[in-house]
């Protein structure tokens, strides 16, 4: 499949805020406010993810398309979860925490709420997305519209929200994952549309200005605002921020930058960062005696040092 290269900016961008805003809120940089609240600028990141996959989604035979969403998805999840686990273990045995409840029955129980194996937190989103893709494709063939599905993905979020999320997290997530990716499923062609694009930035930079509706995703968490504005916001800065990188990608296409731009290169590599970045951010934060804002100046460093090397090896090997 051709790519993008306006997707691929803007998922360079996003996954950079990622990287960034979990090393900021792992130690505090903020104190008690999430850097999502500090910073709500591109706070639809994840959403953002979902949405792209389903503006993206070929519908085909939905046994070929399972097993493609398995090899796709789950590989990742289960090869990273795994050199984390063995990075935990490493820690563990260093700290002389080496035991059975710290080694086996608390990895265990964490996967089983929040869905990930320490130390690699954000592959909580693979396995998510797997479950996304995989209902979803039975989902539309069904035929009903896919409206349908996006509001009992809100519904259902709001709801396990409302009652304390009493269930595991990825069971809100999954269906807010599923809420998100039906809008691109259905939506995402429209996007370029100037008059949506117009009343989208308009709804964006009202919400920045009189105060954004923003959840956390992973664990369905209000983080501020009111939770049913919070997929009307993610979708207008989605749409907003879309359109933005489709305007820069074009002015870049005509520049002496053609055949250079990293933020691209880093969005051609989103899947690898995700999984991979927290193999730094969570080993660095543990061991830190530096203040906050030093501690995310070395985890920026780190992933410089290491993630670059990684991208570049993923990049040879896919030639």
Not at 53 to 70: H, I, N, Y
Not at 187 to 210: M, S
Request: a positive charge; charged letters at 15%.
């Amino acid at each position: 499949m051709t790519r993008v290269k306006s997707f691929d900016l803007a998922g360079g961008i996003l996954i950079l805020w990622i990287m960034a805003f979990h090393a900021m809120n792992m130690n505090k940089a903020f104190g008690d406010v999430d850097a999502r609240v500090a910073l709500p600028f591109l706070t639809f990141s994840m959403p953002w993810f979902y949405y792209k996959s389903g503006l993206f989604f070929k519908v085909m035979d939905c046994r070929e398309g399972v097993k493609k969403d398995f090899r796709k998805l789950l590989i990742p999840f289960l090869k990273w979860s795994a050199i984390g686990y063995a990075i935990l273990l490493l820690m563990q045995l260093v700290d002389g925490e080496f035991t059975w409840q710290a080694c086996v029955v608390d990895p265990l129980h964490t996967l089983s709420i929040f869905g990930y194996l320490p130390i690699d937190v954000p592959a909580w989103f693979l396995l998510s997305l797997l479950f996304v893709r995989v209902i979803s494709r039975y989902l539309i063939r069904w035929g009903l519209p896919p409206i349908v599905y996006i509001l009992a993905g809100i519904a259902i979020g709001y709801s396990l929200h409302a009652l304390g999320n009493p269930l595991p997290f990825y069971f809100p997530n999954i269906a807010m994952g599923i809420t998100f990716f039906m809008i691109g499923y259905r939506f995402g062609r429209f996007e370029e549309k100037k008059g949506l694009f117009a009343i989208c930035a308009a709804g964006y930079v009202a919400f920045l200005l009189f105060g954004c509706s923003i959840v956390g995703h992973h664990r369905n968490i209000l983080l501020v605002g009111h939770y049913l504005l919070w997929p009307l916001f993610a979708y207008c800065g989605i749409v907003t921020f879309d359109n933005l990188c489709r305007w820069a990608d074009t002015l870049l296409s005509r520049s002496a930058l053609r055949d250079s731009r990293p933020l691209t290169f880093i969005g051609e590599h989103t899947l690898t960062l995700l999984v991979a970045h927290a193999l730094i951010y969570m080993p660095v934060t543990r061991y830190s005696t530096l203040s906050p804002w030093q501690t995310v100046g070395v985890i920026f460093v780190g992933y410089v040092l290491f993630l670059t090397p990684l991208l570049w090896r993923e990049k040879r090997l896919k030639k």
